[in-house]
């Protein structure tokens, strides 16, 4: 089994937020701010900056967490990073060695 990551990304001007979820998560934001794949919704409105993330022993469960988060509201998940980071600062410099560790 693998680790999971249920992460959430916004734009600069926090106005348009993206919940995913990765077994690597370095490698995932890394993919959005070089915007990988053109077409997609993160790539589309400039969404690369990693605001809020959780790590999981299994990927079963960061799947389950990121199901339960797209469900709620916007304001939901405002209060959700939030509670880790106030200022919404880009976290990629925090976890770009997690999967080293």
């Given at each position: 089994?693998?680790?999971?990551?249920?992460?959430?990304?916004t734009?600069?001007?926090?106005?348009?937020?993206?919940?995913?979820?990765?077994?690597?998560?370095?490698?995932?934001?890394?993919?959005?701010?070089?915007k990988?794949?053109?077409?997609?919704?993160?790539?589309?409105?400039?969404?690369?900056?990693?605001?809020?993330?959780?790590?999981?022993?299994?990927?079963?469960?960061?799947?389950?967490r990121?199901?339960?988060?797209?469900?709620?509201?916007?304001a939901?998940?405002?209060?959700?990073?939030?509670?880790?980071?106030?200022?919404?600062?880009?976290?990629f410099?925090?976890?770009k060695?997690?999967?080293?560790e």
């Amino acid at each position: 089994m693998k680790p999971g990551f249920v992460y959430i990304i916004t734009n600069k001007y926090q106005t348009v937020v993206y919940v995913g979820v990765t077994s690597n998560l370095p490698e995932r934001i890394l993919e959005h701010k070089n915007k990988k794949y053109p077409t997609s919704f993160s790539a589309r409105y400039d969404v690369n900056i990693l605001v809020y993330y959780e790590q999981f022993q299994w990927i079963e469960d960061a799947i389950a967490r990121e199901k339960q988060i797209k469900a709620g509201s916007r304001a939901a998940k405002n209060k959700l990073i939030q509670s880790i980071n106030p200022t919404w600062k880009d976290l990629f410099d925090e976890i770009k060695d997690i999967m080293t560790e």
